[in-house]
């Protein structure tokens, strides 16, 4: 049918004869509705009749809260990453309760689907091919949809190593909310062959080995998980300059302590209540150092873990993590970073 409509000109309004044609589409879907100049064929209004609606649902997985010898707890994921049909313009990511609120562009069933990534953290599987696990689905939007990740979809290496990256990632922007270093997708290797007993931050992302004779999965610690991105935090807080070894390894194995509330290190890792070393101990300088990075970063470890002791975890972690920003590169300038940082009244001493 012809419809008259206001046409808003440079010389004022005025009304134009217009026809009105309301056609479908299946790719994008849509009922439109258009109005067409009928002297030019201008397009003069064109809109979708169809009323979208979001897919919406949640993400959670079974993870092991410390050791491969913890039973695991359902446990929801955050800032995973929600994909519809081809997922490369739809997709959404969770929130800190592991929901999720998409538009969907058709009210019909639409294909979905998730994997263990998302803005900060991708999981890549050595052992099967550097392959990220993944989960397929068929969502109605209106209709939640839940998605588990468990022994039926993923490996516990796999959702372990995933879910305590993003608690690292948390960790650091809640108590740095304007420090971006690691706001990437991190890659997170699992089940690397090869070698044994170790786990490694290679300057871009995390990397954990599969269980050998002597020792358990490391993608199953979680405070392993925590070492290794502190190793990401400190590289990236620096560059392009660095810390000593020292200090790299013993910022990380504080990290790792304050984040579990526990000294000590790599629990579990040559099995049930075993650990690799603890940061509360008394070793100092220089009595202690023998020139190995491990043993030396427990002395700064042990000094921050001191200190903790004394004035509180949240004023420490502050202290341990902004006077990183002074760049020291030894023991006793990072020293003086810590009391300038904390200083309030113009004199560190």
């Given amino acids: 049918r012809s419809v008259l ?3 808003h000109t440079a010389h004022g309004t005025e009304l134009r004869l217009a026809d009105e044609i309301v ?11 258009c109005l067409v100049d009928v002297q030019t064929g201008r397009i003069l209004k064109r809109e979708n009749q169809h009323r979208h609606v979001d897919v919406v649902g949640n993400i959670s997985a079974q993870v092991q809260p410390s050791t491969p010898f913890d039973a695991a707890q359902l446990m929801p994921l955050q800032d995973t990453r929600l994909n519809i049909g081809s997922g490369l313009t739809e997709f959404g990511n969770t929130d800190a309760n592991g929901d999720f609120s998409v538009p969907s562009a058709s009210p019909d069933s639409v294909n979905v689907f998730v994997r263990l990534a998302g803005p900060f953290a991708r999981v ?32 516990a290496s796999e959702r372990d190593a995933y879910a305590h990256t993003l608690i690292s990632h948390d960790f650091i922007k809640t108590l740095d909310p304007t420090f971006t270093g690691v706001d990437y997708i991190m890659p997170v290797a699992v089940d690397i062959g090869g070698r044994e007993c170790n786990a490694w931050w ?21 405070d392993v998980v925590y070492h ?16 000593s070894g020292a200090m790299h390894e013993g910022f990380s194995d504080y990290l790792a302590a304050t984040m579990r509330n526990d000294p000590k290190i790599g629990n579990g890792f040559f099995g049930p209540g075993t650990s690799l070393r603890t940061v509360d101990n008394n070793m100092r300088v220089p009595d202690d150092v023998i020139g190995q990075v491990h043993h030396d970063g427990l002395i700064i470890a042990a000094a921050l873990w001191d200190l903790r002791q004394l004035i509180g975890a949240a004023r420490t972690d502050s202290l341990f993590h902004f006077a990183r ?25």
């Fill in 124 to 155: 890549y599987n050595d052992e099967l091919g550097r392959v990220t696990p993944r989960i397929d689905a068929k969502a109605l939007p209106g209709s939640p949809i839940n998605f588990i990740w468990d022994d039926s979809n993923s490996r």
């Fill in 228 to 243: 290794e991105y502190g190793h990401g935090i400190t590289d990236w807080q620096y560059r392009p300059f660095a810390p």
């Fill in 23 to 33: 056609f479908r589409t299946e790719d994008p879907a849509g009922l439109w509705h």
């Fill in 325 to 349: 920003y002074g760049l020291a590169n030894n023991f006793d300038d990072y020293l003086l970073d810590v009391l300038v940082t904390d200083d309030d009244n113009g004199n560190i001493y």
């Fill in 202 to 222: 290679d300057g871009w992302g995390i990397n954990f080995l599969l269980p050998g004779q002597q020792c358990v999965n490391t993608a199953q610690i979680a």
């Fill in 5 to 7: 409509v206001p046409l």
